[in-house]
């Protein structure tokens, strides 16, 4: 398996905490990638990172920001957690779009109360 | 981006029997991905096709991309135990290097 470790694994919140959500890769790769999964909707895409300090959104960015200071981490903030990013979040890697593979990491639990 | 969408949403199949999973769009494909993820787990890459008419052979999976490059399919023979879990298609935009993925397909096999 590729070196992604997300945490927290499990997280229990109540609704208008801050939440912070970390990736970290020990691939080097340029590309990360947030995802959330629900039930019937399968993987969408939040953000994601093409480099150091570049990010761009994805279809579902709203109530979402991230941050990339460095290569190896990619952090998902929820400034204000609300019951409906109750989700499992996934991150995943590339090296680059041409190599097209996403690795993905074990996925974070969240639950907003 | 790029939709797509898979069907059906969930199959059961006895132990033995085969399996397909469906994934279409109404728009030409620049390249479909197929993914597997374990219950409880994280998806894991099959394979990327790129060519139309394009099949390629893993073991007991077979995946076909179409003639006109929009749609594509993962046929499973003689399913065992090990095969369940959700098959996601999804299609990666080369230039920003984003993957869209359907909805997915989610197997049951009984023993």
């Known amino acids: 398996d590729a070196g992604i470790t997300q945490s927290p694994r499990h997280k229990v919140t109540e609704t208008g905490t801050p939440v912070t959500l970390r990736c970290h890769q020990t691939e080097n790769h340029r590309y990360m990638y947030w995802y959330r999964q629900d039930p019937g909707h399968g993987l969408r895409l939040i953000h994601y990172s093409y480099g150091v300090k570049d990010t761009d959104k994805g279809e579902v960015s709203d109530g979402y920001s991230v941050s990339r200071s460095k290569t190896e981490d990619f952090l998902l903030t929820l400034e204000s957690a609300t019951s409906s990013q109750t989700s499992v979040y996934f991150c995943?890697?590339?090296?680059?779009?041409?190599?097209?593979?996403?690795?993905f990491g074990e996925g974070s639990r969240l639950t907003v109360l | 981006g790029q939709q797509v969408m898979q069907i059906p949403q969930y199959q059961h199949v006895q132990e033995g029997e085969d399996f397909t999973t469906y994934c279409n769009s109404s728009?030409?494909?620049?390249?479909i991905q197929w993914y597997k993820q374990r219950p409880g787990g994280h998806p894991v890459f099959l394979i990327q096709?790129?060519?139309?008419?394009e099949v390629k052979k893993q073991k007991r999976l077979t995946f076909q991309f179409g003639e006109a490059k929009k749609n594509s399919s993962l046929h499973i023979t003689a399913t065992q135990t090990t095969d369940v879990g959700t098959y996601f298609c999804?299609?990666?935009?080369?230039?920003?290097?984003?993957?869209?993925f359907g909805d997915g397909t989610t197997l049951t096999v009984k023993p």
């Open positions: 999804a299609v990666l935009n080369t230039n920003a290097g984003k993957s869209t």
């Open positions: 995943a890697i590339s090296e680059s779009p041409a190599a097209g593979e996403l690795f």
């Open positions: 096709l790129v060519k139309s008419g």
């Open positions: 728009t030409t494909l620049s390249n």
